[in-house]
């Protein structure tokens, strides 16, 4: 059945809000209509309002979303139905959507509108250059005893959540040592830019490589602790590898003994030989000795 493009954009609306109600502990909302024009939203989280002069917290918001007979092309109406103490927001609730990222093309659709909406209602989003309410823009500009955002949360907060502790999850959560490994992927990774996690990288990669080598240098195959080069630098860095890794075998069990780590370290390179002496240049030779006859053949 034909189906003009304004009826689909309205069952994509619904689809979309249902998508977003799944995905939040925030979002509430109802519907009139089929497909629905006309919507009751409701944010479960913390706003401002005014009362008698005094700026306090609300916990709950409710505003309706009307959607006229040239939606999507023109914004729809909106409304704050509980009061709300907002710069772009009227006494009366209507909401002024700016050029301050919260304003309205026809590819806008009503889940991300609601994530506008949720921004400003949590002081996430605010504009005082070209406010609705002039006194809350003054407000905001002056006081400094309230801390924006009021709600931390983003409207996908549950999508959020899943998000941060879905990888660990999968290794399992019953203290598994594939679980705490994945918990810690973080700190891993910052400690592995470290010289001790460059040297841990080697032992790891070349451990099995050069393990049981006896008589490094001057040590004995059954020495303790880690063969030592001459630089200090590395020194320090193979002798706080080695206490961390005879720390960690301690706690999983008794340490393997007679695995030696070599460190490679490139061999100072010779002087050059000096060079070869030149041999002295030729002498000429001097005047002969008068005793000396000259004999002159015909």
Aim: hydrophobic share 30%; charged share 25%; proline share 11%.
């Amino acid at each position: 059945m034909y189906q003009s493009p304004r009826m689909r954009r309205l069952r994509n609306d619904r689809a979309a809000l249902e998508r977003l109600r799944s995905e939040s502990s925030v979002f509430r909302f109802s519907a009139q209509g089929d497909p629905p024009g006309q919507y009751h939203i409701v944010f479960q989280g913390k706003g401002l309002w005014r009362d008698r002069g005094k700026v306090k917290t609300i916990e709950t918001h409710r505003l309706e979303i009307k959607l006229g007979a040239s939606y999507p092309r023109t914004m729809p109406e909106i409304r704050w139905v509980t009061p709300i103490y907002h710069p772009n927001i009227s006494e009366i609730g209507m909401v002024c959507l700016g050029g301050y990222g919260t304003h309205w093309v026809p590819s806008v659709q009503l889940d991300e509108l609601c994530i506008m909406l949720w921004d400003m209602a949590r002081y996430h989003n605010y504009d005082i250059r070209s406010p609705y309410n002039r006194d809350a823009a003054l407000w905001v500009a002056n006081q400094t005893a309230i801390l924006f955002p009021t709600d931390p949360r983003p409207l996908r907060d549950l999508r959020a959540a899943l998000g941060r502790i879905g990888p660990a999850s999968t290794e399992g959560s019953d203290g598994s040592p594939g679980g705490a490994a994945n918990g810690s992927a973080k700190s891993s990774t910052a400690a592995s830019r470290t010289p001790v996690g460059r040297v841990r990288r080697f032992v790891e990669r070349y451990g099995r490589v050069f393990g049981n080598t006896a008589g490094v240098g001057s040590r004995g195959p059954d020495a303790d602790g880690p063969a030592l080069p001459a630089n200090s630098e590395l020194h320090a860095l193979v002798t706080a590898e080695f206490d961390s890794r005879s720390r960690d075998a301690g706690a999983g069990g008794e340490a393997r003994r007679g695995e030696d780590v070599l460190i490679l370290e490139p061999e100072p390179e010779s002087p050059p030989p000096p060079p070869s002496p030149s041999p002295p240049p030729p002498q000429r030779e001097g005047p002969r000795p008068a005793s000396e006859d000259i004999l002159f053949i015909d």
